[in-house]
């Protein structure tokens, strides 16, 4: 079975300039999670959901992040315009129920995004 | 102060030693505690996966869990090369919940 899948792997640009981030979850996971991770820490939360409805974006900087999940699968996340820090590693990862008994986060490789 | 304290390392041992790992928290409301492996370049792997207090063993690594001094260990038994990697604590206070993570801890384990 595939585990999460997101591309692009890497991702350079020039700052003020717009990038996405694609994260496919496991299959019949119902919980998608976008994690920012700085260099030398632990991951970070920016936004989960459940299905397509957003319940806990309370760390997702709105004036320039957006996210979305469209029929509850594919997820982007959004930077616009981007700041040189927002230099990271963006990972994505899914859950299977939310409340039930398996409910282990699994991760997906990452994007790591470099702002010049 | 973090929610969640892990000494960064890095934590140097020998092949075949035990490398024994652990983190502190602050907020009695996480119930589920869990390890996880990053290689560089790589994204977190789930190793262990507890719920509230007590012991997990699986193969080489056993978890535990003290909530009465919220305080987390992993142990990893017969170490190998391949063991070298960044270990991460994460916990939640409910199933499916955010993970809060602690900032890692880098291990290294020589030939």
């Known amino acids: 079975e595939a585990g999460v899948v997101q591309s692009p792997r890497y991702k350079i640009i020039e700052k003020k300039q717009p990038v996405a981030f694609w994260c496919n979850p496991i299959?019949?996971?119902?919980?998608l999670y976008w994690y920012r991770q700085n260099l030398g820490q632990g991951p970070e939360l920016l936004i989960r959901?459940?299905?397509?409805?957003?319940?806990?974006d309370s760390q997702l900087p709105k004036d320039r992040f957006s996210a979305e999940r469209l029929k509850g699968v594919d997820s982007t996340l959004k930077i616009q315009p981007a700041e040189l820090g927002d230099s990271a590693v963006y990972l994505c990862?899914?859950?299977?129920?939310?409340?039930?008994?398996?409910?282990?986060?699994?991760f997906g490789q990452g994007t790591r995004l470099t702002v010049v | 102060q973090k929610e969640v304290e892990q000494d960064p390392g890095p934590l140097s041992v020998p092949e075949g030693a035990i490398v024994s790992l652990n983190c502190t928290y602050s907020n009695s409301a996480f119930q589920y505690f869990m390890w996880y492996r990053q290689y560089s370049r790589k994204g977190p792997e789930l190793l262990m996966y507890?719920?509230?207090?007590g012991n997990k063993e699986d193969g080489r690594f056993t978890a535990q869990v003290d909530k009465s001094s919220k305080y987390i260990s992993l142990f990893i038994r017969d170490s190998q090369p391949s063991d070298s990697a960044t270990y991460l604590c994460a916990m939640s206070k409910a199933a499916g919940n955010k993970l809060t993570f602690g900032g890692g801890t880098r291990v290294l384990v020589k030939p």
């Open positions: 507890t719920y509230s207090s």
């Open positions: 299959s019949g996971h119902n919980t």
């Open positions: 959901y459940e299905n397509e409805e957003a319940v806990d």
């Open positions: 990862a899914s859950s299977l129920d939310h409340g039930g008994a398996n409910t282990e986060a699994f």
